[in-house]
């Protein structure tokens, strides 16, 4: 049996990005959350511009033109990212950081539909079972004791979370609908050319609003060079394979795979830390693998 390519990728992205998560968490130290946040626009563009080069000598194939609708979907999808991450972080200033997740990680189902309604991708009965199983179990996983839904029902912070994680759905589903208006272009040059478009465009917007509202941020992330260019390639690296995976198959399944990164976390955790998880979590993490095998199962 084969497995499809954009398992492993999706894979790897995930990997990728919980290591830039990682670099960019240190940075927002000294830098602030938008300093941070940036840094992997700016510090990324270089190394999606050298990924481009590499592909098209690695295919043999020329530079695609883009079209004006790629242009719209790649601008969609820069701009509806950077409104999801400024509303996430804003509904963690007002709410527990698990409680705000678990709003934002009804992406997938979000994602499934946006899917279904932009792009036409399609929606089988078992792939929306799997994918609802999946996100539930991950909202299980991350709410606690005493920090249960409906207690925010209604609330401002649940608003901002639920509304990040439709922002997010829409940049996934943009970005794929960006690699699908490449033609003729082997997956690898149509993932590649929508990264480069994608990062410049959200490099321009935020240096442009930095320059405007947050000077010493934009100037703080020059002296933080070495940490920043480890988190822009790891963020670089991430994307790449993101958009690999969105050139392959739906959104929804990239998404709903991507769930994995939260048993992964915890298993790392425990390793590391010795951190246990409760009855609780471990449901919810039976949940998510239960719901990804389902969603392999059904493709």
């Given at each position: 049996?084969?497995?499809?390519?954009?398992?492993?990728?999706?894979?790897?992205a995930a990997a990728a990005q919980t290591?830039?998560?990682?670099?960019?968490?240190?940075?927002?130290?000294?830098?602030?959350?938008?300093?941070?946040?940036?840094?992997?626009?700016?510090?990324?563009?270089?190394?999606?511009?050298?990924?481009?080069?590499?592909?098209?000598?690695?295919?043999?194939?020329?530079?695609?033109?883009?079209?004006?609708?790629?242009?719209?979907?790649?601008?969609?999808?820069?701009?509806?990212?950077?409104?999801?991450?400024?509303?996430?972080?804003?509904?963690?200033?007002?709410?527990?950081?698990?409680?705000?997740?678990?709003?934002?990680?009804?992406?997938?189902?979000?994602?499934?539909?946006?899917?279904?309604?932009?792009?036409?991708?399609?929606?089988?009965?078992?792939?929306?079972?799997?994918?609802?199983?999946?996100?539930?179990?991950?909202?299980?996983?991350?709410?606690?004791?005493?920090?249960?839904?409906?207690?925010?029902?209604?609330?401002?912070?649940?608003?901002?979370?639920?509304?990040?994680?439709?922002?997010?759905?829409?940049?996934?589903?943009?970005?794929?609908?960006?690699?699908?208006?490449?033609?003729?272009?082997?997956?690898?040059?149509?993932?590649?050319?929508?990264?480069?478009?994608?990062?410049?465009?959200?490099?321009?917007?935020?240096?442009?609003?930095?320059?405007?509202?947050?000077?010493?941020?934009?100037?703080?992330?020059?002296?933080?060079?070495?940490?920043?260019?480890?988190?822009?390639?790891?963020g670089a690296l991430a994307s790449q394979?993101?958009?690999?995976?969105?050139?392959?198959?739906?959104?929804?399944?990239?998404?709903?795979?991507?769930?994995?990164?939260?048993?992964?976390?915890?298993?790392?955790?425990?390793?590391?830390?010795?951190?246990?998880?409760?009855?609780?979590?471990?449901?919810?993490?039976?949940?998510?693998?239960?719901?990804?095998?389902?969603?392999?199962?059904?493709?």
């Open positions: 049996m084969t497995i499809p390519l954009w398992i492993p990728a999706t894979l790897a290591a830039r998560n990682a670099t960019q968490r240190r940075l927002t130290e000294t830098l602030g959350t938008v300093g941070a946040t940036q840094v992997r626009f700016l510090y990324g563009l270089p190394f999606a511009l050298a990924f481009l080069p590499l592909v098209l000598a690695l295919t043999g194939e020329r530079l695609p033109p883009p079209t004006t609708e790629f242009l719209i979907f790649v601008l969609m999808g820069a701009v509806t990212q950077i409104l999801a991450t400024a509303l996430m972080l804003a509904a963690m200033r007002e709410r527990s950081f698990s409680l705000v997740t678990a709003y934002i990680k009804t992406e997938p189902l979000q994602v499934a539909v946006f899917g279904l309604v932009v792009l036409g991708d399609p929606l089988t009965p078992a792939m929306a079972a799997a994918i609802a199983i999946a996100t539930s179990g991950v909202v299980l996983t991350s709410l606690k004791p005493g920090n249960l839904p409906g207690a925010g029902l209604g609330g401002r912070p649940v608003l901002l979370g639920i509304v990040a994680g439709a922002f997010f759905a829409l940049a996934a589903t943009s970005f794929r609908g960006a690699t699908l208006a490449i033609e003729p272009a082997s997956f690898l040059v149509r993932a590649t050319v929508t990264l480069a478009w994608g990062l410049a465009m959200q490099t321009g917007l935020l240096v442009l609003w930095l320059t405007l509202f947050n000077r010493a941020a934009l100037v703080g992330s020059f002296a933080q060079w070495r940490s920043s260019l480890l988190a822009g390639f790891l394979f993101w958009f690999i995976g969105f050139a392959l198959t739906s959104a929804a399944n990239v998404r709903t795979l991507a769930l994995v990164e939260v048993p992964f976390a915890y298993a790392v955790s425990h390793a590391t830390f010795r951190q246990t998880a409760s009855g609780r979590e471990i449901a919810g993490m039976g949940l998510i693998v239960i719901g990804v095998a389902l969603l392999l199962l059904a493709q």
